[in-house]
Each structure stands twice: as structure tokens, then as C-alpha cells.
């Protein structure tokens, strides 16, 4: 019912950076929390951060002091500053939407993903 769309996945050399974005289409008034997730093969899912509409920030140890978690409420839209880019942060990362209430049925949005490759 609510679309996700991520944009700014890529092929980057260690120590190199990527901006991620992910906006939510149509008008959303009811989102209290926006993550990023990542998944490699062979892997669990994992949350690399998370914000709220109130601004408060949650990250992974592995990404902290890394990566910077960022949101436009006005736009439903979250961003990830990826800097000091690892070969252990390849992964397809997906933006991820919760609602207070359903939207289309669904409590939980999320986007289709975005390839992020770290070269070795």
C-alpha cells in the first residue's frame, strides 16, 4: 500500500563513502521509527540504525562513529551517511518504516533494497 524507494547503493573502495536515501511515497502521518537494515549472503538481517520522528538515533557498534542516520519528517524521508566504508559492510541495505498505525494493513514498510559492495 506505502511504497519505499531507496536510492545511492554502489560499488565503493575501502575507506571510500555512499549516501543512502530512502523516501516514502505519498503522505505518511503516522511513522514513529525509520531504520536501516542490511543483509549479506549467508547472514541475518541486521539493524545498522535506527531514528525516530523525535530525533533520537540508535547504530550498531560495528557502524558507530561510521555511519550517520538522518530524517526528513516532512518528507518521510531517512538518510545513511556511510564514511569509512569496510569490505564487512557489503551487503543489500533496506530502509524500513514503522507505523502507530496500519497502513494498508501493515504496521511494518519496507523498502525493495539497495546493493552496497565495499571492494577487498
Known amino acids: 500500500q506505502v511504497q519505499l524507494v531507496e536510492s545511492g547503493g554502489g560499488l565503493v573502495q575501502p575507506g571510500g563513502s555512499l549516501r543512502l536515501s530512502c523516501a516514502a511515497s505519498g503522505s505518511i502521518f503516522s511513522i514513529y521509527a525509520m531504520s536501516w537494515y542490511r543483509q549479506a549472503p549467508g547472514k541475518q538481517r541486521e539493524l545498522v540504525a535506527s531514528?525516530?520522528?523525535?530525533?533520537?538515533?540508535n547504530y550498531a557498534n560495528s557502524v558507530k562513529g561510521r555511519f550517520t542516520i538522518s530524517r526528513d519528517n516532512g518528507n518521510n524521508t531517512v538518510y545513511l551517511q556511510m564514511n569509512s566504508l569496510k569490505p564487512e559492510d557489503t551487503a543489500i541495505y533496506y530502509c524500513?518504516?514503522?507505523?502507530?498505525?496500519?497502513?494498508?494493513?501493515?504496521?511494518?514498510?519496507w523498502g525493495q533494497g539497495t546493493q552496497v559492495t565495499v571492494s577487498s
Open positions: 524500513n518504516f514503522q507505523t502507530t498505525f496500519p497502513i494498508g494493513g501493515q504496521y511494518v514498510h
Open positions: 531514528i525516530t520522528t523525535g530525533g533520537s538515533t
